[in-house]
């Protein structure tokens, strides 16, 4: 076990995040804001239902009957260096006699935080939960004399407060089967997915929740062993209080081991066909006829040659695509009778759509074309700009938003989107503040 284990750690240690994000104080102040009716109706129906036959009460008409729940104040805080603080003020109406009406607060402070359990998914954990219940008003028609010790140890038994602590978080929105949804697959074409991995448990600062998370990526099911990346990447906190609920983080490397992926997935591989008429004016379709014995289409078949990467800088993104054209005769079988290399760097644009990011090819920036092999002689570089660099200029950014049009899902939790989004691109990384948005209300 100890060589297996020293196996393993050493492999375990080279995983660094290469994105994450930052939930903010309002994040929390949104997530309690959505929560509060969601726990009202789990509380109610926890608090309403008809208590169990209590054979120490002799008659049922003096059991207490809860007949209203309303939650006054639900309020989630941070504290930063250890978690969140969760505070709930619950005013119950309770219906301890025909005549006997009493009005009683249930107050809830528990502090909570997220762990890592073993299988990896972040879990919310609760770490101190303090419930305290206190008489507010009563309205009695009978005698005011009437002793009330009994009514409140009734009250006690079927309020049950230490069940209530054992699954405080439930009463939030984001239980710990959302908190597993961030984990999950999702797809970026019919081949490739995406997961986002936490790496560890949340970090807690002043500016928010910090999570790490380390993105894998699948083709036809077979995760893709990613380059390493050359700078370790960090969160980059906000400099002042964010009014965002959230604020997302891409490193380069994201970007670069997403377009990897999709070069792995043959995504970037094309054919054009009926490419190419033949102009007379030019030598070279002259010097290819001469090859044939008829007329046939010219067809240009594209292969990365090399890995994409993805350079951000500030304020643009630049993807560098290296490919090799093969020109040929496409029937009855392609025969290749000239190579070219064309370096494409191309300006990218960054929007989000709901829990999308969508990427597209915005312009083409510059384009360097050279010959690898010609059976056809020599070729002059400025005829081969002349026959290539329109095709090429035209088909690339096509090919390239055909594969991304459906956009590459952010990590995220069930049934929230996102809104107010703004996308700022930065030296070596990308930055998304955005506010959440609950699309279906839960309970």
């Given at each position: 076990l100890s060589i297996l284990l020293g196996l393993l750690v050493p492999a375990h240690t080279t995983r660094s995040p290469n994105c994450g994000g930052i939930l903010t104080p309002s994040g929390l102040k949104y997530l309690a804001e959505v929560s509060k009716p969601h726990a009202e109706s789990v509380l109610r129906q926890d608090l309403m239902a008809p208590p169990a036959p209590d054979p120490s009460i002799a008659s049922p008409s003096s059991r207490n009957q809860i007949n209203t729940v309303k939650v006054d104040e639900f309020s989630l805080t941070l504290i930063p260096d250890t978690g969140m603080r969760l505070s709930i003020d619950v005013d119950l109406g309770i219906a301890s006699a025909p005549s006997t009406t009493k009005e009683l607060q249930l107050s809830i402070l528990a502090e909570l935080h997220v762990e890592m359990n073993p299988e990896g998914n972040l879990e919310l954990v609760t770490s101190a939960c303090k419930p305290t219940l206190e008489e507010l008003q009563?309205?009695?028609?009978?005698?005011?004399?009437?002793?009330?010790?009994?009514?409140?140890?009734?009250?006690?038994?079927?309020?049950?407060?230490?069940?209530?602590?054992?699954?405080?978080?439930?009463l939030l929105l984001f239980p710990n089967e959302r908190l597993m949804s961030l984990a999950a697959p999702f797809p970026i074409t019919p081949s490739?997915?995406?997961?986002?991995?936490?790496?560890?448990?949340?970090?807690?600062?002043?500016?928010?929740?910090?999570?790490?998370?380390?993105?894998?990526?699948?083709?036809?099911?077979?995760?893709?062993?990613?380059?390493?990346?050359?700078?370790?990447?960090?969160?980059?906190?906000p400099e002042r209080s964010s009014p965002s609920h959230l604020t997302l983080a891409f490193s380069e490397h994201f970007y670069s081991s997403l377009f990897f992926t999709l070069e792995m997935?043959?995504?970037?591989?094309?054919?054009?066909?009926?490419?190419?008429?033949?102009?007379?004016?030019?030598?070279?379709?002259?010097?290819?006829?001469?090859?044939?014995?008829?007329?046939?289409?010219?067809?240009?078949?594209?292969?990365?040659?090399?890995?994409?990467?993805?350079?951000?800088?500030?304020?643009?993104a630049i993807l560098k695509l290296f490919l090799t054209a093969q020109i040929g005769a496409g029937s009855p079988v392609f025969q290749r009778f000239l190579s070219v290399n064309a370096d494409v760097s191309a300006r990218l644009h960054?929007?989000?759509?709901?829990?999308?990011?969508?990427?597209?090819?915005?312009?083409?920036?510059?384009?360097?074309?050279?010959?690898?092999?010609?059976?056809?002689?020599?070729?002059?570089a400025a005829l081969l700009e002349e026959l290539f660099l329109p095709t090429i200029r035209e088909e690339v950014p096509a090919q390239?938003?055909?594969v991304l049009r459906e956009g590459i899902y952010l990590p995220h939790i069930a049934s929230f989107t996102y809104t107010n989004v703004n996308v700022t691109i930065h030296k070596d990384y990308v930055l998304i503040p955005c506010n959440l948005k609950l699309e279906a209300r839960i309970g």
């Amino acid at each position: 076990l100890s060589i297996l284990l020293g196996l393993l750690v050493p492999a375990h240690t080279t995983r660094s995040p290469n994105c994450g994000g930052i939930l903010t104080p309002s994040g929390l102040k949104y997530l309690a804001e959505v929560s509060k009716p969601h726990a009202e109706s789990v509380l109610r129906q926890d608090l309403m239902a008809p208590p169990a036959p209590d054979p120490s009460i002799a008659s049922p008409s003096s059991r207490n009957q809860i007949n209203t729940v309303k939650v006054d104040e639900f309020s989630l805080t941070l504290i930063p260096d250890t978690g969140m603080r969760l505070s709930i003020d619950v005013d119950l109406g309770i219906a301890s006699a025909p005549s006997t009406t009493k009005e009683l607060q249930l107050s809830i402070l528990a502090e909570l935080h997220v762990e890592m359990n073993p299988e990896g998914n972040l879990e919310l954990v609760t770490s101190a939960c303090k419930p305290t219940l206190e008489e507010l008003q009563s309205t009695e028609e009978m005698d005011r004399s009437a002793p009330h010790t009994s009514s409140g140890s009734d009250v006690d038994k079927q309020i049950n407060v230490k069940k209530i602590c054992l699954e405080v978080s439930k009463l939030l929105l984001f239980p710990n089967e959302r908190l597993m949804s961030l984990a999950a697959p999702f797809p970026i074409t019919p081949s490739c997915q995406v997961r986002y991995l936490p790496l560890a448990a949340p970090m807690y600062s002043e500016q928010g929740i910090i999570i790490s998370l380390q993105t894998t990526f699948q083709v036809s099911g077979t995760e893709i062993p990613l380059p390493v990346s050359p700078v370790p990447f960090s969160i980059p906190e906000p400099e002042r209080s964010s009014p965002s609920h959230l604020t997302l983080a891409f490193s380069e490397h994201f970007y670069s081991s997403l377009f990897f992926t999709l070069e792995m997935a043959g995504a970037f591989n094309m054919t054009i066909l009926g490419w190419l008429p033949c102009p007379e004016i030019t030598p070279l379709p002259c010097q290819m006829g001469s090859l044939f014995q008829e007329d046939l289409p010219v067809v240009l078949q594209a292969q990365t040659r090399s890995s994409p990467r993805v350079v951000l800088e500030e304020g643009k993104a630049i993807l560098k695509l290296f490919l090799t054209a093969q020109i040929g005769a496409g029937s009855p079988v392609f025969q290749r009778f000239l190579s070219v290399n064309a370096d494409v760097s191309a300006r990218l644009h960054l929007s989000v759509a709901d829990t999308r990011m969508i990427i597209s090819v915005a312009s083409i920036e510059n384009i360097e074309l050279s010959l690898a092999a010609s059976d056809v002689g020599p070729v002059l570089a400025a005829l081969l700009e002349e026959l290539f660099l329109p095709t090429i200029r035209e088909e690339v950014p096509a090919q390239i938003n055909v594969v991304l049009r459906e956009g590459i899902y952010l990590p995220h939790i069930a049934s929230f989107t996102y809104t107010n989004v703004n996308v700022t691109i930065h030296k070596d990384y990308v930055l998304i503040p955005c506010n959440l948005k609950l699309e279906a209300r839960i309970g």
